[in-house]
């Protein structure tokens, strides 16, 4: 069973960087694909991005794109989220999911979740 920890979260001016970590453990990593969700102040769940076994495909929810970037590093078992240009609206839990086959964008299609990690973007 594939277990993920959060890192990286914390509290940044509109404008700044943070890099969040998902490190994963307990079943083989690259074959799993990543994605990270969002759940913003009293609301669900939300896809922001998501990477292949490999790392050869990535995408986007359309409000990060060009200052959010998917990475991943298989012989550390971690996938990484760079956020650039951070707006008060990207605040939220973060959390990182795996599933096979295919990414998703949906909730209940992931297998397994980390327990999120707080990003708070101050106007």
């Known amino acids: 069973q594939l277990q993920l920890v959060e890192s990286g979260g914390g509290r940044v001016l509109s404008g700044g960087s943070l890099r969040l970590s998902c490190s994963a453990s307990g079943d083989t990593f690259d074959v799993y694909n990543i994605g990270w969700f969002r759940r913003a102040p009293g609301g669900d769940r939300m896809a922001v991005s998501c990477?292949?076994?490999?790392?050869?495909?990535?995408n986007y929810e359309d409000s990060v794109k060009g200052r959010f970037a998917i990475s991943r590093d298989n012989a550390k078992n971690t996938v990484y989220l760079q956020m650039n240009s951070l707006k008060p609206e990207d605040t939220g839990v973060y959390f990182c999911?795996?599933?096979?086959?295919?990414?998703?964008?949906?909730?209940?299609?992931?297998?397994?979740w980390g327990k999120g990690t707080l990003v708070t973007v101050l106007p």
């Open positions: 999911a795996a599933r096979t086959f295919y990414c998703s964008d949906h909730v209940v299609a992931m297998n397994y």
């Open positions: 990477i292949t076994p490999s790392g050869n495909s990535t």
